[in-house]
């Protein structure tokens, strides 16, 4: 289910590893909608919770496009904000926790 996202007011962050509301080994939210332009910020331990575009270590497809999510597992950064220039869908999941289900997925229109 994603949460619609995309009104000027509205909250883009995805917390994960305990942060902004998420659980240990979730992402939260885990799926939204945006709008193409608007950007969205991933904050949390990145060296805990490596983040990775696509679906899945093994997936061929990284989503729509050039999934502008970057691979990020720095111990010094806890939020990188993301720029979404185009509609599509933008998977992203844990490097160390996908097998969980720590997965997700940005909806931009």
Do not use: E, K
């Not at 909250?11 to 969205?40: D, E, H, K, L, W």
């Amino acid at each position: 289910m994603f949460l619609d996202r995309t009104g000027g007011s509205s909250s883009r962050v995805v917390g994960f590893g305990g942060s902004n509301g998420s659980g240990v080994f979730t992402y939260s939210p885990r799926c939204i909608t945006i709008a193409a332009g608007q950007s969205v910020a991933f904050t949390g331990d990145f060296s805990a919770h490596p983040l990775s575009p696509g679906s899945g270590p093994t997936a061929t497809d990284a989503g729509t496009g050039r999934n502008p999510i970057p691979r990020q597992d720095n111990n010094t950064v806890s939020m990188v904000t993301v720029v979404f220039p185009s509609a599509g869908d933008y998977p992203y999941f844990c490097v160390s926790h996908y097998p969980a289900g720590m997965v997700g997925v940005i909806r931009v229109r």
